[in-house]
């Protein structure tokens, strides 16, 4: 784990208003909206802020939630969770370890083998298409 130290004025610089406002605010954009929600294009999800691998498409699942949806994590250290109580309800929000942008929730009510749901917004992410990754 690399750990990534911005200030909030380089985040600004450097991320897209819409991915400012979802990894460095907590927002979430609309549902169905996202360029990933429904792609079956195999590769690697990355943080959008800080490349750090996420989600392997191989654990995408079709939730009907309208946000990209995983079964599990490359790497249980590659992400945090984090107790959520906005908008009046108990949730577990996701963030990625290296630079703590927010990238979604995760839900118990996902397929097997975890039985998770990672609920995570598109523009979070930066998919590495498999003949693009290093071997």
């Known amino acids: 784990m690399t750990r990534v130290e911005k200030s ?5 610089e450097e991320l897209t208003r819409e991915e400012y406002r979802v990894l460095r605010k907590g ?3 609309r549902a169905f909206s996202g360029k990933y929600y ?3 294009e195999k590769g690697i999800y990355r943080c959008a802020a800080c490349e750090n691998d996420l989600f392997d498409s191989a654990t995408k699942f079709k939730s009907g939630s309208g946000w ?3 079964w599990a994590p490359v790497d249980e250290e590659s992400v945090t969770h984090h107790e959520d109580r906005k908008l009046l309800m108990e949730r577990t ?3 990625c370890a290296d630079c703590g942008g927010h990238l979604g929730h995760v839900f118990d009510d996902g397929p097997p083998p975890t039985h998770k749901r990672y609920c995570i917004n ?3 992410l930066a998919l590495a298409p498999r003949d693009q990754q290093e071997e």
């Open 38 to 40: 429904d792609t079956e």
């Open 27 to 29: 927002g979430t954009e």
């Open 122 to 124: 598109s523009v979070a």
């Open 68 to 70: 990209p949806s995983f």
């Open 93 to 95: 929000e996701v963030r």
């Open 8 to 12: 909030d004025r380089e985040w600004k």
